[in-house]
């Protein structure tokens, strides 16, 4: 592979292309250009494209997934984004549900000199403001397939470890709550209804919140060892 910067068009595909597939399943056409908000006749020829570039590969009747090549450029962008709005947060004193939009912008025009000299002014941090695993400077990333609050079954004890950034009213809504990274959850063993899910936040004695499920599908749990 050649050294020529990429375009911002092309890394926004390999980032959205590596977010469709985290689950390990190849990404559609179609859920391609609903992640990159156009038509998905346009999503065909840039997938040739990279194809041709050996940036992924098309799976028939699957979709299509990064190749190696093109899954270490995904990461590259994303320690970058994810870099920027930790800065952003800590450094600038920016509001967590109005860096996602700046970062998006600014990932493309950063060099890596500056995205690490922010890394080392933060601390080298491991996780972004959302809570989202920032890879490392030799592309290595936490797994991160996890289930969401909406999938919880009553009863649960669970911690929240990340949430969706693209939504600022969605993220202003979980702050409101409480339900922000590192926090304990119980899930309630009655439920409100069903669209939605009863959750005692910060422990026993913590606040009874009920979150529609379009939010509780935006935020990321992993079981809680510490109580129950
Ligand atoms: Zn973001």
Known sequence: MNQRPLSRSVEDYLKAIYGLSEGGSPASTSSIAEALDIQPASVTGMVKRLAEEGLLEHLPYRGVQLTEPGQREALRVLRRHRILETYLCEKLAFPWDDVHGEAESLEHAASDALIERMSAALGYPSHDPHGAPIPTRSGEIEPTDMKTLADAVPGA??????????????LRSMAAGGLVPGVAVRVNEGQPTEDAVGVTVGG????????????????????DETQS
């Open 157 to 170: 004890y669970l911690r929240i470890r990340a949430v969706r950034d693209e939504e600022a009213e969605g």
């Open 204 to 223: 026993a004695l913590g606040e009874v919140v009920t979150v529609q499920h379009d939010l509780a599908r935006r935020i990321f749990v992993v079981p």
